[in-house]
């Protein structure tokens, strides 16, 4: 159908227009909620979002950003004694306040995997594993594709060979959870985040 506006059809610049969208959980919470320019939100059933699409003003382009359905903890690259409140921890335990756990520093939690910008550039991981701390990377740069898995198998392909990424194709995907998977569409040359709500 043609899509129009009360100044006549719209300008072909602006990107295309997709129908309102809405699916809803047995409990008849939202699932998924799409605008008419393409953003929207994907919901875990507990009610958390797992995926948050923002569309670009004229050519409705897409970025995403991608949650964990729960909070974990995120591995600091400053070492603790670097940290603010190290000082006090210290000072804590030298001066007999016990062993000075109650003034460690705050953990970093966090429910973000990663994110794309409207040109498809970005990464996502899976949360890392309790055993092992691995974690899964799905990253796509202007030049290449890389999915590293949990286990530490990893491809790299060259996005400018089309041939190549064909070949490739169905090691370019990550399942992040049970909810999502993200993937590369060499035809369109384009990520995938594929929610299920089931």
């Given at each position: 159908s043609n899509w129009g506006g009360r100044n006549g059809t719209l300008r072909s610049d602006l990107g295309p227009l997709h129908p309102l969208?809405?699916?809803?959980y047995s409990d008849n919470t939202?699932?998924?909620e799409r605008q008419e320019d393409g953003s929207g939100f994907a919901q875990y059933a507990s009610g958390r979002k797992a995926v948050c699409i923002i569309s670009n003003h004229k050519s409705r382009r897409a970025g995403a950003i991608v949650y964990?359905?729960?909070?974990f903890v995120v591995q600091s690259a400053v070492p603790?004694?670097?940290r603010a409140g190290a000082a006090q921890l210290s000072a804590a335990v030298e001066g007999g306040e016990g062993d000075g756990s109650d003034k460690l520093p705050r953990q970093n939690r966090t429910r973000h995997l990663g994110a794309f910008d409207d040109w498809g550039i970005g990464s996502v991981q899976?949360?890392?594993d309790s055993r092992t701390g691995g974690s899964g990377?799905?990253?796509v740069s202007k030049n290449h594709v890389t999915v590293r898995q949990s286990d530490g198998r990893k491809i790299v392909v060259p996005r400018n060979n089309p041939a190549v990424l064909l070949q490739n194709a169905k090691e370019l995907q990550l399942r992040l959870n049970d909810a999502l998977?993200?993937?590369?569409?060499?035809?369109?040359s384009a990520t995938l985040v594929l929610f299920s709500s089931e």
């Open positions: 969208f809405r699916s809803l939202s699932a998924v964990a359905p729960f909070d603790l004694e670097a899976t949360v890392p990377l799905y990253e998977t993200v993937s590369f569409d060499p035809e369109a």
